[in-house]
Structures are given as structure tokens and as C-alpha cells.
């Protein structure tokens, strides 16, 4: 990854970009994603474009995904996505 930069447009931060571990907690369950962004040196507080938002989206949908399983609360359409 070649070393590019950014200002955060808050904090005034130089940011770099960067892969980090993301947690992502939805109705009891959880899961760490590999998060690409924009970060400072020190802390978390990134910036992400369209393209890095599709990783959280993801990991939003299998964390949903879980809590229907686990909950006994599947709809057809889960059963037809996930279970044939």
C-alpha cells in the first residue's frame, strides 16, 4: 500500500490509510472485520470512503444473518438465501 495522506477535516489530523480491526456488535452478537479507512497515528477515529463501507455493510448483513438463526427468527427469504 503506497503512503498516502489526508487531513481529517474535524481534528485537523494528518490520516493515513490503513486496514484496522473494526468490532461490530448487533443484538448481542458481534464480529471484527479488517476495516480499511483513513486513520490518524494515534486512535480510531477514521474516515471511510463509499468503497471501505461495503466491508461494514457486510459485516452488518452476517451479523444480522446470525441473530435471526440464533433467534428463531428466519423469514423465507432468509431460508432462500442462506439455507439452500
Known sequence: MENQTRIHPETGEILHRDIRPV??????????????GWYPAE???GIFTHEDMKVSDQALRILKSRHEVHSGELTLEFEERYLN
Open 23 to 36: 468490532e461490530f456488535a448487533y443484538k448481542g452478537e458481534k464480529i471484527t472485520v479488517d476495516m480499511p
Open 43 to 45: 486512535g480510531d477515529d
